[in-house]
């Protein structure tokens, strides 16, 4: 089974502009979690509402148009759907889609930008604890977990061109970067990092102001997270960085 991830900073602009769905066509996801779509459904051509071959679930914000929201297409009907976490400020801004299968929990996230003012990076750091709360509760149902997206955080140094440049901005800060140590002691896998543990220069991300994707100055910020006991299962995961369109790349993994 294949899974693709992809911040598409606009699903209508990426459709539009470069050619979104012979991606699609080309790479044949049997789910495809896509995140920063920036629209809701009924403002999506039907091209994207409907795509032959699959399921199409969207959940998008309820406090500003344009802003946030995730959709995931998938060819097997899952057993459920949830839109959010069930908790009204986070779900107002359409960050989560939670499918449930017989044999996995798919949660695909657009985790909060902790940019904007402390009530921002309060705001995100609030969203980390409530998601691992959440994900916390369906491991206690022996459910196993996959999850995936922007999580907006550079774990380690390796994870971005220039650490030392960033210590005190959002996005690699001790309290955010915690959080995914915790993450990781609650017996997740970062699955890129299970695979490829000193692999430098492997980002997701690209500042687009200052073409810093030319010169590939990026951020690993988008992961694919697995309980434990799926890590054995997992075949391959790719950062698809040739792929253009946003300013963020997709990233394929595969699993048995």
Request: charged letters at 30%.
């Amino acid at each position: 089974m294949k899974i693709i991830s992809w911040n598409v900073n606009g699903l209508r602009a990426i459709h539009r502009k470069d050619g979104f769905l012979d991606f699609l066509k080309k790479e044949k996801p049997d789910m495809l979690c896509l995140q920063e779509t920036k629209a809701s459904e009924e403002q999506l051509p039907d091209e994207l509402r409907s795509i032959a071959g699959y399921y199409a679930y969207f959940a998008s914000s309820k406090v500003k148009k344009g802003y946030s929201g995730v959709a995931i297409y998938t060819k097997e009907k899952p057993t459920k759907v949830e839109y959010g976490l069930g908790i009204k400020k986070f779900d107002d801004e359409g960050r989560t889609l939670v499918v449930h299968f017989k044999n996995f929990v798919l949660l695909n996230v657009y985790f909060p930008n902790g940019g904007g003012g402390p009530d921002r990076l309060q705001y995100k750091l609030d969203f980390y604890d409530a998601f691992l709360a959440y994900i916390e509760k369906l491991r206690k149902k022996e459910k196993k977990i996959i999850f995936c997206g922007d999580v907006n955080t550079a774990h380690e140094a390796i994870d971005l061109a220039r650490p030392k440049e960033n210590e005190k901005n959002t996005g690699f800060l001790p309290e955010e970067r915690a959080w995914i140590d915790e993450v990781i002691a609650q017996g997740f896998v970062d699955v890129f990092r299970h695979f490829y543990p000193d692999k430098t220069g492997a980002y997701t991300y690209w500042d687009m102001k200052t073409r810093a994707r030319d010169r590939n100055v990026g951020w690993r910020i988008d992961y694919f997270f697995v309980s434990n006991i799926l890590s054995t299962k997992i075949t391959a995961i790719k950062i698809l960085s040739e792929v253009y369109g946003s300013d963020h790349c997709p990233v394929t993994m595969e699993i048995k």
